[in-house]
């Protein structure tokens, strides 16, 4: 097979995720399964198209400052090579700057031809005048400079700076547009996490324990996580911090009746049956039934037997999963993906203002399902990926002000030694940041005998 330009690769699927709002870690892996990319090309690939995506809003301020013609005027194609090429220019010190310029050119020369001199021009004058870049001024206009600076929508930036405050939102505006950490849960059906860590080390990955998990791992190196040692043999799966959280929020008890809805592609699902000892039942539904094979190969290769798929649109009545009430119920609910933009984005260049309310609809449906299933006594921990307030605590208000048979538990009474990752109110609130984990909001309730 040929061998690909990693930079035509990056284009090509830029061009793409721009058409059809397509999902970058879909189109670069199905990029990377053909073989065509090899040794240091395959993670070039990845670092461009990350890279454009994480710092786009950057990318577009800089190029107004050197552009005759302003972005929201160009072509897409010669849009996305301007991106390709000043990223590589102020991002990439170890890209020679006179190969990003000519490489981008060559390209130009056959996605964009008539503009090739105008792409020359602006890479140019990008690396001349790298060192007078002016950014929006800090003090009169912070929410232009740090959206400038950090590659971040203006409703969103302003959004950070009433939850988390002025002393605050720069540091978690940066920490959003920087490439997250490989987290590893410990499958501890299989092995601890202190001997996994020294298996790791032994195959000369750098590695430590997580902050807050018992089970987390958190790889120092930049590694793929099938290369790692243990994976095929189940002795862990990759899981952020956040979400190994909030499976031990739920605290479920061998033996137990478990129920996890939206539960692709599984990591919650089979850390909760690590928890459970692989002894009780654990029905792990979604709507898309490929995504449920994602929950069948995980617990495989984990060891798990107790774990049952079934698809189901959580939004309506459950009436599919019979009349045995469950013992526990975790809910991490569709979302707006507020908390994981760094994970993807290009997410954070379509969502709007609206879309957090938007979703809560959808969340509020799917909670008042769930809760109907959940045995009196029970415990129900309702999560997602964003901490919009909207998304969570509103829409926690609004839920128990109808149903007065569930009550908000208090996280920071039951898990005393995380205190700081609670709020004010007892729910779990995990921000890049401070904590180093994806933005994520899990709650617990608990239903009423």
């Not at 060559?106 to 690396?127: E, M, Q, S, T, W």
């Not at 978690?172 to 001997?195: Q, V």
């Not at 009780?280 to 449920?292: F, V």
């Not at 009545?317 to 013992?327: K, T």
Request: include cysteine; aromatic fraction near 6%; charge should be neutral.
């Amino acid at each position: 097979m040929n061998r690909k330009n990693p930079r035509q690769s990056a284009f090509e699927i830029l061009a793409h995720i721009e058409k059809s709002a397509s999902f970058a870690d879909t189109l670069v892996d199905r990029e990377l399964s053909t073989d065509a990319l090899h040794g240091p090309d395959r993670g070039f690939l990845t670092e461009l198209v990350f890279g454009v995506l994480r710092r786009q809003g950057t990318l577009d301020y800089l190029i107004d400052c050197w552009s005759s013609q302003k972005t929201a005027k160009l072509e897409r194609s010669v849009l996305i090579l301007l991106r390709l090429g000043v990223y590589q220019i102020h991002f990439l010190d170890r890209v020679p700057v006179s190969a990003a310029v000519n490489e981008t050119v060559k390209l130009a020369k056959r996605f964009a031809p008539r503009a090739a001199g105008f792409i020359n021009a602006v890479l140019r004058r990008a690396d001349r005048e790298r060192e007078t870049i002016r950014w929006p001024d800090r003090e009169s206009d912070p929410v232009g400079f740090l959206s400038a600076r950090h590659s971040q929508p203006r409703w969103l930036v302003e959004l950070w700076n009433r939850q988390v405050g002025p002393e605050e939102v720069e540091a978690l505006a940066a920490a959003m547009s920087e490439p997250p950490s490989l987290i590893l849960r410990t499958n501890t059906l299989k092995i601890t996490r202190e001997r996994l860590l020294e298996l790791l080390a032994n195959g000369g990955v750098h590695a430590r324990a997580t902050d807050f998990s018992p089970f987390g791992i958190r790889i120092l190196t930049q590694t793929p996580p099938l290369t790692l040692p243990g994976f095929q043999e189940g002795l862990f799966t990759v899981q952020d911090e956040s979400s190994q959280l909030a499976s031990l929020f739920v605290s479920p008890l061998p033996g137990e009746t478990v129920l996890d809805l939206c539960a692709a592609p599984g990591g919650k699902a089979t850390h909760l049956a690590q928890l459970m000892e692989n002894r009780g039942s654990i029905l792990a539904c979604d709507r898309d039934e490929r995504k449920l094979g994602l929950v069948r190969e995980t617990a495989e290769r984990l060891g798990i037997s107790t774990i049952e798929t079934r698809k189901i649109d959580a939004s309506g009545p459950l009436s599919d999963l019979g009349d045995r009430p469950f013992d526990r119920i975790l809910l991490d609910a569709p979302c707006s993906g507020l908390g994981v933009l760094r994970r993807n984005p290009e997410a954070k260049w379509r969502l709007t203002p609206e879309d957090p309310a938007r979703m809560a609809l959808l969340q509020g449906a799917i909670l008042r399902a769930a809760a109907d299933r959940l045995a009196d006594g029970g415990v129900l921990l309702f999560s997602t990926c964003s901490t919009s307030v909207e998304e969570n605590e509103q829409l926690i208000d609004d839920f128990v002000s109808e149903r007065n048979d569930f009550m908000v538990e208090d996280l920071q009474e039951i898990f005393p030694d995380l205190s700081c990752l609670f709020t004010d109110r007892g729910f779990f609130r995990g921000w890049p940041h401070r904590h180093g984990m994806d933005g994520f909001t899990a709650v617990r309730l608990r239903r009423r005998r």
